[in-house]
């Protein structure tokens, strides 16, 4: 059995190959690609709390090369101290109140969108809806102009697609990810003469401690890198949830109509979408020191991928773990991350699902998705749909 994250069959169904990989080879080894897998529950969970072992500093995602890692300081490609400094003033941020206080215009959103649709009888939810709202949620947050936001996102989807079998960056990724860059620079050196009350001018003008206790500043480059991975993770991942929660209750009429007539179990079954079918499928690390697990020794550099989407469905941890279950208690959420690096827009993410279920729930309490239109996007550790046809 072979485990290749840029394969579209996987993307179809990794399932499969993470059920073996957790009772055969709980420490993967893919010389051609030169990385190991850990696959079970157990062992991801303390891999991803053991930020000293296992390091984010040289990227997240395989095909990252460390040369790109420096030309991108983003919080999620950091060690302490230089994260600790970094996550310290984004989270000025995302406080619960200013995640709270972007209810209202989600809900208003999440209610115009649904109200284009609701007559049609049909409609794909992923491009109607589940790829439009997050973006909007995320721009409003940082500051994207109204007239940009579809730009910001074709190109977000194009910086993250991938060819098959193809362990690389294509142009097009490439060319889409210099021009994201590019309109963040203008971005902020708009609002360097003109701030608003968004997280940009914030960014920009907040302060923090360095190690020798003096104060500074973030570069340009650094805000413009936060702005382009916060447009990336505030959009792509929300996306691919909204659309698997449609077709899991789609898939389980019972348990939507549980959630239909009451809403108030909306939060517990959006954790168990997030399990079963986890947007963000690995985080990759770097060991900072020789690692030996189930009798394997991973040595020191070694790239090591943890697979979110197995651990979530490993049996050690779960009963029954491929049976979806919306009343299902998720205590510990591994499809966020954990330890350090923890989704820092777990929050909102929660906060956009809720609303769109329960605002979908008033209009549409009855739909049915055609799984045979399904369309996968190809992306190397965010997997979900990029079409998803649905009728009511
Ligand atoms: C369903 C939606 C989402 C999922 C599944 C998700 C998943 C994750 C995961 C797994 C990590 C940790 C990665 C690692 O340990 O290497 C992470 C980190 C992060 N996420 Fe999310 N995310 C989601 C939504 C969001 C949203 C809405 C935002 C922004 C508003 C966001 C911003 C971030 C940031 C900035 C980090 C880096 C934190 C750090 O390195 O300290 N995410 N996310």
């Not at 827009?345 to 055609?370: K, N, Q, T």
């Amino acid at each position: 059995m072979e485990l290749s994250p840029f394969s579209y069959e996987f993307h179809e169904n990794p399932y499969p190959t993470y059920k073996w990989l957790r009772d055969h080879a709980p420490v993967y080894r893919n010389d051609e690609l030169d990385f190991y897998a850990l696959s079970r529950y157990r062992d991801v969970f303390d891999a991803t709390v053991d930020h000293e072992t296992y390091s984010s500093a040289k990227g997240t995602v395989l095909e990252i090369d460390p040369k790109m890692v420096e030309m991108f300081p983003i919080i999620l490609f950091m060690d302490p101290p230089r994260h600790t400094r970094l996550r310290k003033l984004v989270s000025h941020a995302f406080t619960p109140r200013r995640i709270a206080a972007l209810e209202p215009i989600i809900r208003a959103l999440a209610q115009d969108y649904l109200d284009r649709i609701v007559e049609r009888g049909s409609c794909d939810f992923v491009r109607d809806f589940g790829a439009l709202l997050p973006i909007e949620v995320i721009s409003t947050l940082v500051g994207v102009p109204t007239g940009d936001r579809t730009t910001v996102r074709e190109l977000t989807d194009a910086a993250l697609h991938r060819e098959p079998d193809r362990p690389e960056f294509p142009e097009s990724a490439l060319a889409a990810n210099s021009e994201l860059v590019r309109y963040f620079f203008d971005l902020i050196a708009d609002r360097r003469t003109h701030p608003r009350d968004d997280m940009t001018s914030l960014l920009l003008e907040a302060e923090v401690e360095n190690e020798q206790g003096v104060k500074e500043r973030l570069t340009d480059f650094e805000v413009v890198a936060f702005c382009n991975l916060l447009s990336a993770a505030g959009n792509e991942t929300v996306t691919k949830l909204l659309g698997n929660a449609v077709v899991l209750l789609s898939r389980h009429p019972e348990q939507r109509r549980k959630l239909v007539a009451q809403p108030g179990r909306i939060p517990d079954a959006v954790e168990e979408i997030l399990r079963y079918w986890p947007p963000a499928q690995y985080s990759a690390r770097t060991l900072m020191r020789d690692v030996s697990l189930h009798g394997v020794t991973m040595p020191r550099d070694a790239r090591v991928l943890l697979l979110t989407g197995s651990a979530c469905r490993d049996e050690r941890e779960f009963a029954e773990p491929d049976v979806f279950d919306s009343d299902r208690r998720n205590d510990i959420q591994l499809a966020f991350g954990y330890g350090l690096h923890r989704c820092l827009g777990a929050s909102l993410a929660r906060l956009e699902s809720r609303v769109s279920l329960e605002e979908l729930h008033a209009r549409i309490p009855e739909y049915e998705v055609d799984e045979s239109g399904l369309e996968r996007v190809h992306m190397s550790n965010v997997h979900g749909f990029a079409s998803a046809p649905m009728r009511w």
